[in-house]
């Protein structure tokens, strides 16, 4: 049952606080969409301004368009001078501006009247402090996988258990979920004094700070981790896990009217195209990016191609046919589309001539595969991908080609071999009925009295000021 209100009829009113970078925004977006849809809740989007990217501010002014129940809340950051930090990047500046103007954020959510906040992990530190000085329950939305929340979950204990082992890291075996490969955990942490390092064991440690966490996964997906999160096996003194997901695209993608990819698709024949994308973020060198366009070539599959300038190495900054390699467009033109448009993923995703996904493995875009059945050619490159890829591998969702070598997060993946298992990938008839059976267990899972709605339902019945009983 959706709650209705407090004992004095009030809805609740839970303001979310997303961090920057689209693959945070995307989906507290969709949180919004989903909690002021169906839950019962008034919802506020905080927007801080100015956006890192215009793709941000494009993807709120389509988002706020079309669902009008989701409120605007700007947030105006107080300025400050970034030439102090001359080689830091957007996504360190942004955090620090949000940092030094926590104090201007409790009076904005007093006179939003906010009964709950929901924040990104990367902003606990400044988020909950401000929460706990206004009385108010802050739940973290977790943007990644189960198993990489389990992993942060568990890594402060890890850590000290293992301080005696010369300081590195090795495989991770996570009570309750599974073991993780060194080789899969994110590079920075194989040095236990690296600062993403020291920041991944304090939000580690944060989490138990929130008032429950919402994580975008769902059962059948990643059964292991959710099931020992839910059960405080992870970490003690754990909060109440949410597994929500997966998050539905809202539909609201801001269109580019210059893009002709739908077109090419309709053109193309069923199940015969590779979707290529590596998200919204720096994620690929030159080097790689020639080594894929050699491999797509030879496969002789057709395919569509996303590649976003914010994706290409800064160096590399080229030209599209100069990056790709000589006469590499020219060659490909006929079966082969190359673009830099933002793309509407879940429209490609969904349509019928996309067979397989070349991909990163970022969440959004592994939650993005499974909602839509297709199968997924994990290409991680840093960060949370690997154990992604995974999860990915596990559920049958589709392929790690582990087999790939480990050359740190920098190192190169051969033409050759990306060729070989594109074609493998393509032909496979049960990877395809696999990925197929994932998207029934996700629409399953969504619907009402499905385990994602369900959590919906208790953590809308938490933020009403009632008991959780998910966990
Ligand atoms: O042309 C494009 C490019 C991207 N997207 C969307 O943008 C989002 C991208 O998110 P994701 O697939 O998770 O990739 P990243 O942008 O790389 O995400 C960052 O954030 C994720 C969630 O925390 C992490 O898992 C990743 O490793 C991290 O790089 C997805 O919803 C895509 O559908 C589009 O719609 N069109």
């Known amino acids: 049952m959706p709650s209705s ?17 689209m693959g945070h925004l995307v989906p507290f977006g969709r949180l919004a969409v989903a909690l002021s849809s169906g839950h019962g809740c008034d919802v506020s989007l905080v927007t801080v301004l100015p956006t890192v990217s215009t793709a941000e501010s494009k993807h709120l002014d389509a988002l706020f368009d079309a669902f009008p129940a989701v409120r605007r809340l700007d947030f105006e950051l107080a300025p400050f001078d970034a030439s102090e930090f001359p080689s830091a990047d ?44 206004q009385g108010l329950p802050c739940h973290i939305l977790f943007t990644a996988s189960a198993a990489m929340l389990s992993l942060c979950a568990y890594f402060p ?26 080789a899969s955990i994110p590079q920075a942490l194989h040095d236990p004094n690296h600062l993403f390092t020291r920041q991944f064991v304090a939000n580690g440690r944060s989490l138990t700070s929130a ?39 809202a539909s609201n993608q801001a269109k580019d009217p210059q893009a002709n990819y739908m077109e090419w698709l ?30 797509l070539e030879t496969s002789g599959h057709r395919f569509l191609w996303v590649v976003k300038s914010t994706v290409v190495d800064r160096d590399d900054a080229a030209e599209l046919g100069e990056l790709l390699g000589e006469g590499f467009l020219e060659r ?32 959004n875009s592994v939650t993005e595969a499974a909602a839509s059945g297709v199968p997924v050619l994990a290409l991680p490159r840093f960060g949370d991908q690997r154990v992604n890829s995974g999860v990915v591998a596990r559920a049958g969702l589709g392929v790690w080609a582990d087999t790939w070598s480990w050359e740190g997060e920098a ?53 009403q000021g009632g008991t959780c009983r998910t966990n």
């Open 5 to 21: 209100g407090d004992a004095a009829g009030r809805r609740p009113h839970v303001v979310l606080i997303p961090s920057a970078g």
């Open 90 to 133: 957007p996504f360190f500046l942004r955090f620090e501006a949000m940092r030094r103007s926590a104090p201007l954020l409790g009076p904005l959510l007093t006179g939003a009247g906010a009964s709950a906040l929901a924040t990104d992990i990367a902003l606990t530190s400044v988020v909950i402090p401000v929460a706990k000085e």
């Open 211 to 249: 008032a429950g966490i919402l994580v975008n996964t769902f059962d059948a997906l990643e059964p292991e981790a959710v099931a020992a999160l839910q059960q405080g096996k992870v970490a003690s003194g754990f909060p109440p896990v949410f597994a929500v997901g997966p998050l539905l695209p």
């Open 266 to 295: 309709d053109a193309q024949p069923a199940r015969s195209v590779v979707y290529v994308s590596f998200g919204s973020r720096k994620a690929i060198s030159g080097e790689q990016l020639r080594e894929l366009a050699a491999g």
């Open 157 to 182: 204990t890890y850590l000290d258990a293992n301080a005696g082992d010369g300081g590195g890291v090795g495989d991770v075996d996570i009570p309750g979920v599974y073991r993780i490969p060194k």
């Open 332 to 363: 490909v033109e006929k079966r082969g589309l190359v673009t830099k448009a933002w793309v509407d993923q879940e429209e490609v995703l969904k349509h019928e001539s996309v067979a397989l996904f070349v991909s990163h493995c970022g969440w």
């Open 411 to 463: 190192g190169v993946i051969g033409a050759e071999e990306i060729s070989e298992k594109v074609k493998a990938a393509m032909a496979d008839e049960a990877l395809r009925r696999k990925a197929a059976s994932v998207a029934k267990a996700a629409a399953k899972a969504v619907a009402g009295g499905g385990s994602s709605h369900r959590c919906l339902v208790e953590f809308a019945r938490l933020c």
